[in-house]
């Protein structure tokens, strides 16, 4: 549930090139993550150059202005980096970071900047956070899907939503959706356990995507789901696939209404709206002190103004966490079964923390301070596969990072996947090692050698739901199956509005050993 939603990580693919007008399309960060990615999973340290200009002892480039331009590829004459971007973009921002270093520049149509230390991750997003928006392109796309909501707003707009949207996250008003989210992970459970009676697989990415959207939309409407899922949820999903579209076609879509994924986005916002307006008008005439998010939302009041949330105001918002919320969460579960699986012995050791901390009971919300390996786990997770893994931005002034020149209006990408696996903040950086985030072992790390919930200002408003929402379904899961890969299955990651496998993620329900022992 972040400020700066999915799109962000498809938006150098497509957005345009200083952000003011036209709409030169940049095929970039939603290109398929193909065999050249594949090659990156393997576990090894890399050698990056020194954190100074210039590359290896080589003098910088200068510009005409005498100014260092940042070193990298030099691409195609005419498109520069642009194929490369588009056939496999995390492969060449690895491959590019190891060779030039933690600033590098992509030339071509669009000018881009990757910033790797944490150094500069900081300065973008927090010390100097307000001279980098993100593009125009970004939020206008956003803004198709959330209006003027916390996802897509900026400036005056994004601090108004914000202080109106805080107080529904705070961690107290978070624990209390605790036992919705076990029972709808419990109702999930039941369903798998007529699948390992009948030996049938799953797709944990599917089945991941259905229980977050289903405990997101709990949370906000705190109404009888039966009644709204088989509805909302292929709403949800086509807007999510458009507004990918959008983001990585030459041609953007919703300038040809006659296009029938064009009209079909605009009916799914349409369908949507028909629920949403509706129990706003419910939660407004309710007398009921609130205890779901459109309550508390509609009960916010700025504390500046005294203002509270129009109708339009809250559909905004509500739209942006439903859309944007649930994809995080998904993508972040679905990752942990395939690691879990590669990793038997952190699944055991998962398992007996859960037995020994709740000794077979559900989970709440009280106990999960005490499931410190399985709050190790997720970050583990999201530092190897963070679900936002891309946040652009475009500086209103000239700018300098790292003793190099950034020009206004050119774009900054800021990849979560290649900072989480500097070497200068993680030793062996592609190794599965959970227990990296012990205390003693984190101490002294650079706050923002990990991001994936963003930083700054803008850090997610949803991380502390989030959290809590993977530690409960995490724990229950692994307490009645292990979720075993199918053998010989290929997992590609495929970074588009997320980053998530490419393929539906096969897997067999296997009960461990020793509940099997006790059923016998």
Known sequence: MADTNGAEATAAKASGGNGNGGRRRLMMLAGGAAAGLTGLLAARRYSNPAHEPGVNGTPPALNKEGKRIAPGPRGNIVLGSLPEIGADNIGLFMNSWRKYGDLVRFRGPLEIHLPVHPDYIKHVLQDNHRNYPRPEFVDNTLKAVVGDGLVAAEGEEWRRSRRLAQPAFHRQTIATFGQMITDTTAEMLEKWEGFARQGQKIDAKSEMMRLSLAILAKALFKTDWRRYGPIVEPAVTLVLDHTNRRLTSPIDPNRIPILPSTRQFHEAIRTLDEITYPLIAERRRSDEPPSDLIGMLLAARDEE???????????????????????????????????????????????????????????????????????????????????????????????????????????????????????????????????????????????????????????????????????????????????????????????????????????????????????D
Request: proline share 8%.
């Open 305 to 519: 103004t005294g203002q509270g949330m129009t109708d339009k105001q809250a559909r905004d918002e509500l739209m942006g966490f439903l859309i944007a919320g649930h994809e995080t969460v998904s993508c972040a579960l679905t990752w942990a079964w395939y690691l879990l699986s590669k990793n038997p012995a952190s699944r055991a050791r998962l398992r007996a923390e859960g037995q020994s901390v709740l000794a077979g009971r559900t989970p709440t919300t009280a106990d999960v301070g005490k499931l410190k390996y399985t709050t190790m786990v997720i970050d583990e997770t999201l530092r190897l596969y963070p679900s936002i893994f891309v946040l652009m931005r475009s500086p209103l002034e000239d700018d300098e990072i790292g003793g190099y020149h950034i020009p206004k209006g050119t774009n900054v990408a800021l990849c979560s996947y290649v900072t989480h696996r500097h070497p200068d903040f993680w030793e062996n950086p592609e190794g599965f090692d959970p227990e990296r985030f012990t205390p003693e072992r984190s101490a002294g790390r650079h706050r923002m050698a990990y991001f994936p919930f963003a930083g700054g200002p803008r850090k997610c408003i949803g991380d502390s739901f989030a959290i809590l929402e993977m530690q409960l379904v995490i724990s229950m899961v692994t307490q009645h199956f292990n979720l075993d890969l199918d053998p010989g299955l290929a997992v590609i990651p495929h970074p588009a509005f997320s980053l998530r496998p490419r393929d539906p993620l096969v897997m067999s329900l296997e009960r461990p050993a020793a509940l099997s022992a006790a059923a």
